[in-house]
């Protein structure tokens, strides 16, 4: 309730009376966290895999998804287009300009991104009590949940930086999206559109509402940080 109060003061400070300017900002938020999760719940094991295996091609699996954390949008929601097109594979699901087709480029974007810092976090560590792991039997990808809960503070950092990914995201989106009123159109497509338009108080309070909503998420995983800290102290 705090985070809604202080929304809404600050959107009464720029001026907005948009009726769209809630679901904007709940539909921005949904299909980021949507997003980032979907690409947690992959990456986050399969870049511990790649941190504790040794396997032919290895260096160029890393060398890949490295590259692809800087992957450009626009190429991204491209492929997620022509995939979701009547003529693509997909195309039968019916997702394209939907916010499912906006979930799908924005996990696409940050997979590489959590599986690259997932895979150095878990390879430090293994590297370190890879002996001790080895003692207890705990070897492969049977070390992979101990490992992802000894570095599970870490790897919050990991998903901020998903969640940063994502939440900035126009390119992708607004391809696969089409930025249509009501339906598919998110806080940062919808602060390029209106000032492109002029209307800088929608523009300045959606840009106003994603800063704060980065700083909740941020501060909130800076205390969980400390507290785990604190205890493993």
């Not at 992957?71 to 019916?94: K, M, Q």
């Not at 590297?127 to 949940?145: C, F, I, K, Q, T």
């Not at 939440?167 to 992708?172: F, N």
């Amino acid at each position: 309730m705090v985070i809604v109060d202080v929304l809404g003061e600050m959107a009464q400070f720029f001026g907005v009376t948009t009726p769209g300017f809630w679901p904007i900002v709940g539909l921005s938020l949904g299909v980021t966290l949507t997003a980032v999760s979907l690409a947690a719940v992959i990456g986050l094991p399969l870049g511990s895999l790649i941190a504790v295996s040794r396997f032919p091609g290895r260096t160029a699996v890393v060398v890949t998804i490295n590259t692809l954390m800087g992957l450009p949008p626009v190429v991204a929601g491209l492929a997620i287009y022509l995939v979701l097109s009547r003529s693509g594979p997909l195309g039968g699901l019916g997702w394209l300009f939907t916010p499912k087709a906006m979930v799908m480029a924005q996990a696409v974007l940050v997979l590489p991104i959590v599986v690259a810092l997932t895979r150095q976090t878990i390879e430090d560590l293994w590297r370190e009590y890879a002996e001790h792991l080895a003692s207890l039997d705990l070897v492969g990808r049977r070390a992979v949940p101990t490992l992802l809960w000894d570095a599970r503070f870490s790897l919050i950092t990991t998903l901020l930086a998903g969640f940063g990914r994502a939440s900035a995201e126009v390119g992708a989106v607004l391809i696969v999206g089409g930025n249509i009123v009501g339906h598919t159109r998110t806080m940062t497509t919808t602060i390029a559109l209106e000032t492109s338009k002029g209307d800088l108080p929608l523009a300045l309070g959606l840009g106003a509402a994603l800063l704060m909503l980065t700083l909740v998420l941020n501060a909130t995983a800076f205390g969980i940080g400390r507290i785990g800290a604190r205890n493993a102290g």
